[in-house]
């Protein structure tokens, strides 16, 4: 079992959340428990020493650029960052195979974010050291999905059987593509959908999600918020993803997201579970009200930051090789 959960992650391109299993999911999960008294502060830790992480970022970031970089440099490991393409030889006519071979050369691995879908994956197939995607177009997220499902697990104290309800801009939304196929991997979960037709789960995701949950995973789509917070254990709200909008479509989108904001008025009225928690990969624009934000069960900026680092840190080692030091 111990072995093949390693060969999971170590040397592996970490492209999408449809790799892991979920024994792979527990024993990172196991790991990135370790983590909090290095992450703390209490414990020194110098594993990584020598080993250079590539922080390529070639698409906004803030918290899962500083939370990679951050996870690293807490086991030891030294940092190097590239996060303007107007900078790198791209723009000299570099071509993606020579890119990844020569960024190959300046770190042990790479953590890589891209505006286009599949750039991220069409990259790693040159690269020589371990790609882990931190984001690509409208695709996926796979360490924000991981991170995810990691809060859901520590503050509800189990992820089998809960009801997620995911709400916003779930079309476009790359977090969202990826925590559906991790949470398929428990058993009895639903995902409750809460967007407009024109917003909802691309199609080719539902099917991605069916065969990935084997059936396990109940998809409900959801118009009207009040509704589909109702059962919700955890509420994942969205940002309108207006990159990915004509100038027609972001105007239509403002529109929608009137009906689809959070209040604790809401949450107080509509919400069933007494302890429900309340998640968001962040930035947030106005979908959640700030109201929201000194409730017990808001997460966003406070545990969902925080777990983000541990679970990093877990998959680095896990990646590179380097968990036996503690276990
Ligand atoms: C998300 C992203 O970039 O996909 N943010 C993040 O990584 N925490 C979410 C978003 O931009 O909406």
């Not at 170590?10 to 983590?35: C, D, N, V």
């Not at 807490?74 to 791209?90: I, N, P, Q, W, Y």
């Not at 505006?115 to 050291?129: D, H, L, M, N, Q």
């Not at 995911?166 to 398929?184: E, F, I, N, Q, Y």
Request: net charge neutral.
């Amino acid at each position: 079992m111990a072995d093949s959960c390693r060969d999971e992650f170590r040397g592996q391109h970490i492209l999408s959340a449809s790799q892991f299993t979920r024994g792979g999911i527990e024993r990172l999960f196991a790991l990135a428990r370790r983590m909090k008294r290095i992450a703390n502060g209490e414990i020194e830790c110098t594993v990584l020493q020598k080993q250079m992480l590539g922080s390529f970022f070639w698409q906004e970031s803030t918290r899962t650029r500083l939370s990679s970089e951050r996870a690293f440099r807490m086991l030891g490991g030294e940092v190097c960052t590239f996060t303007d393409m107007r900078f790198s030889s791209v723009v000299k006519g570099e071509d993606i195979p020579d890119t990844y071979q020569v960024l190959s050369h300046f770190c042990e691995i790479m953590v890589v974010r891209h505006p286009e879908t599949g750039a991220v994956a069409e990259g790693a197939k040159f690269s020589r050291k371990p790609v882990i995607s931190a984001g690509d177009g409208k695709g996926e997220h796979p360490t924000q999905g991981l991170l995810d499902v990691f809060t859901f697990q520590e503050a509800l104290h189990g992820v089998d059987g809960i009801t997620v309800t995911a709400v916003g801009d779930l079309r476009d939304s790359r977090t969202v593509h990826s925590l559906g196929l991790l949470l398929g991997l428990y058993d009895g979960v639903t995902l409750t959908c809460v967007a407009p037709p024109e917003l909802q789960l691309p199609n080719e995701f539902v099917r991605k999600y069916r065969e990935n949950s084997k059936g396990r995973l109940t998809i409900r789509t959801v118009e009207s918020l009040e509704d589909g917070i109702a059962d919700a254990d955890a509420i994942y709200m969205i940002r309108p993803q207006q990159e990915h909008k004509d100038e027609d479509q972001q105007a239509l989108v403002v529109e929608m997201y009137r009906q689809l904001c959070l209040t604790r008025d809401k949450i107080k009225r509509c919400c069933r579970k007494q302890h429900v928690i309340v998640t968001h990969p962040l930035p947030r624009n106005r979908e959640i009200s700030r109201d929201v934000d000194s409730l017990s069960g808001a997460l966003y900026l406070t545990d969902q930051i925080d777990n983000g680092i541990l679970v990093r840190m877990a998959l680095f080692l896990l990646v590179l090789g380097k968990e036996e030091k503690f276990v």
